[in-house]
């Protein structure tokens, strides 16, 4: 119990000293040139990503089905190419390779409590972006750090730094598997751990072939990352970049703390937070600090505007609400529902007059809720509903009751990794 009392003290101590050592410092939002190419490549040769969804494609949204196959389009034929290209690689890997999903996962899916590679890949990409191997002492230290993270947010669905137990040694490990959701995750957890040093190094070893392809690869979307690049010269902190998506919670990032920003391609629709603070490492070795990192693909911002648009929405929801408040009006929407009808067989139906009737349809007609049917052979002038519009109005109205989460993020996926 003292031992883990004085570990939370020495976290705390550490933060206070990160913050008190950069004084009148604003730490800064630095954009990386690359994605990185290591985690690029298990995206794509992953099945989790939206790019294998027909889901999404059909799923409502700002965008018509194809207006999304267009958008994409240049993200699957980089995926594809990637694909061609790093198979030959990573099967020379099979130990890296029990990692990599080989089954399609919703983004609903991903959730806490689950055990995922691409997680301890941005854990460890300081790590691995080091020009001289780090000893493996300090491989096995960062291990342990990050299951030490993994079960506690597991078990709490937080990532409140001060609660996390340490991770000593296997025995801990195993008595942090009944937090992860499924044998698969208990599996690769276990691997992970215990053959931490023969992972690391193989990493490292496949970095290279990945950049290269990435960099082959890249007039694919070049386009699309210049874009980026010129969207993120808004942003001077991460502090506005996260306002400016908005219902993301970013109470652990200060403003003295550098941020680096990593583009997305693959998982171009998607935002990734991390946050970390390395507590005691092995007799001899620094203390690392705070690092924080935010991998944000390259739709990401333009995907929030147009969902922000839906002020145009709420005038077409407003609208929409406006043209069925009237018990008239929806009496019009059942019978119509039912089967067409003529002006004059409302008005008997209704007990109404043609002039009242013809009132009412002209501001559903004014919503397209009710369209007018032209009969080729009758004289008579048919009105008749519009299910889809219907369907849609009803769809603004469940969105009111989503989680502002859900509402305005809709596809990204939001997780911290420790």
Not at 26 to 43: N, T
Not at 69 to 92: G, Q, S, T, V
Not at 213 to 241: C, I, K, T, Y
Not at 319 to 346: F, V, W
Request: overall charge negative.
């Amino acid at each position: 119990m003292a031992a883990k009392s004085k570990e939370k003290e020495e976290c705390r101590t550490a933060k206070k000293q990160a913050e008190g050592a950069g004084e009148g410092k604003k730490g800064r939002l630095i954009l990386q040139e690359e994605p990185d190419w290591l985690m690029e490549a298990v995206y794509c040769l992953s099945a989790n990503y939206i790019l294998d969804s027909e889901e999404w494609l059909k799923k409502k949204d700002t965008l018509s089905e194809e207006e999304k196959r267009e958008l994409i389009a240049p993200y699957i034929r980089y995926r594809d190419e990637m694909r061609r290209e790093l198979f030959p690689f990573f099967e020379k890997y099979p130990l890296i390779m029990k990692f990599i999903e080989t089954e399609v996962k919703e983004p609903e899916a991903l959730e806490e409590g689950s055990f995922h590679f691409d997680g301890y890949l941005m854990s460890a990409r300081k790590l691995l972006a080091a020009k001289e191997r780090p000893g493996d002492e300090r491989i096995r230290a960062f291990t342990a750090e990050f299951f030490a993270g993994l079960f506690e947010e597991a078990r709490l669905g937080t990532g409140a730094v001060d609660d996390v137990a340490p991770v000593r040694d296997l025995a801990d490990v195993l008595a942090g598997l009944e937090n992860l959701k499924s044998d698969s995750d208990r599996y690769r957890a276990v691997l992970l751990y215990t053959q931490c040093i023969e992972i690391f190094d193989a990493l490292r070893e496949l970095k290279e072939p990945c950049a290269r392809a990435g960099r082959s690869l890249l007039p694919l979307v070049e386009e699309r990352l210049e874009r980026f690049r010129q969207n993120m010269e808004a942003f001077d902190s991460a502090r506005s970049l996260l306002s400016a998506v908005g219902c993301v919670d970013w109470s652990d990032w200060d403003d003295k703390t550098d941020t680096f920003l990593t583009p997305g391609i693959v998982s171009f629709n998607t935002l990734r937070l991390h946050f970390t603070v390395e507590r005691e490492l092995p007799e001899g070795m620094e203390e690392e600090g705070i690092t924080a990192a935010i991998d944000l693909g390259l739709e990401m911002l333009e995907t929030i505007a147009r969902r922000r648009d839906r002020q145009e929405d709420d005038r077409e929801l407003l609208s929409g609400l406006k043209a069925i408040s009237d018990p008239t009006r929806l009496k019009i929407l059942r019978i119509l529902a039912r089967e067409s009808r003529y002006l004059q067989e409302l008005s008997r139906e209704l007990s109404l007059t043609p002039a009242t009737v013809s009132h009412h349809l002209s501001i559903l007609m004014e919503r397209e809720l009710v369209t007018l049917q032209l009969t080729t052979g009758k004289k008579r002038v048919y009105y008749r509903v519009e299910p889809e519009k219907l369907a849609r109005l009803g769809e603004q109205i469940s969105r009111l009751g989503q989680p502002e989460h859900n509402r305005r993020l809709g596809d990204i996926e939001e997780r911290k990794g420790r």
